[in-house]
């Protein structure tokens, strides 16, 4: 299993020479599989680099939502294999409440908000609801939960060849808990991250900034090092790092971190461009 980090940063693209080590995209991951499936998880502006280096016959894409806020979705209409004539695009996200996956994704991506409609840039999409099932996508087993972040909101599991990695880039595992982290059982996302070769887990906010925080839907730093050490992640990777936080300042959290907890997993930090395989 093949992981590239195409944007990494939450809430909102900030590029810049203060950004330009750890990037300034917002949230897209692709993974390939063993027999060459590409899985893109998220569309927002990272999404727009990774479609112009897919080969030009390409003829299926799989891209998995999280949700359905603007920067993990901004980036769907730059995505060059949309336009491309025979491409045929699945989109998987969570079921609303009111309207159903396509309507919501054509709501936002259409007039006034933007200036065509998704339909006319690509004919061929099909759109798959998930709240908490299991599914395959041809080599991998991919596998959904509702995690706490504000409106519905899913993370992933992405299993293939007996490896695993768990996406959660927006989640609030400490919401509502008088002591973090609380027992595995009631701990939003164990289940998807519990002993997972690679783990993408939201790390927005400082222990300071958290405190004016709370509900917004992001953890801190701390909260999400206690949560890869608590699910027995293998590897965990910092993510959707604040539009606010420089490369320098980044470095300066994510070091004071390691050094308060002494992880016993591997800690890669969040940059675009970044390469795992497991």
Not at 160 to 167: D, K, L
């Amino acid at each position: 299993m093949k992981i590239r980090l195409w944007g990494t940063r939450g809430s909102l693209a900030s590029p810049g020479p203060d950004t330009v080590r750890y990037g300034g995209n917002t949230s897209c991951v692709s993974v390939e599989g063993p027999e060459g499936t590409l899985l893109v998880l998220d569309a927002g502006t990272g999404i727009r680099c990774l479609g112009l280096e897919l080969p030009a016959d390409i003829r299926r894409v799989n891209i998995l939502l999280t949700h359905l806020h603007m920067d993990h979705l901004q980036g769907l209409p730059f995505f060059a294999p949309l336009r491309r004539p025979g491409v045929e695009v699945h989109i998987w996200g969570p079921a609303g409440t009111t309207s159903d996956l396509g309507s919501r994704v054509k709501r936002y991506l259409s007039p006034p908000l933007f200036p065509v409609s998704v339909r006319e840039i690509s004919m061929n999409l099909n759109f798959h609801e998930s709240s908490g099932d299991s599914f395959e996508i041809d080599e991998f087993a991919v596998e959904t939960r509702l995690v706490l972040h504000p409106n519905p909101t899913i993370g992933y599991r992405i299993s293939s060849g007996g490896r695993s990695m768990a996406y959660l880039p927006d989640h609030e595992p400490a919401l509502g808990a008088p002591r973090f982290p609380p027992p595995r059982e009631w701990t939003s996302g164990f289940e998807l991250a519990e002993g997972a070769d690679v783990l993408i887990h939201d790390s927005q906010y400082t222990d300071r900034e958290y405190e004016d925080r709370i509900g917004f839907g992001h953890s801190s730093i701390a909260h999400a090092f206690q949560f890869a050490g608590l699910t027995g992640a293998r590897r965990f990777v910092p993510f959707h790092h604040d539009p606010s936080h420089s490369d320098d300042k980044l470095d300066a959290i994510i070091s004071e971190a390691v050094e308060r907890y002494k992880p016993a997993f591997e800690m890669v930090p969040g940059k675009e461009g970044l390469r795992i395989e497991i």
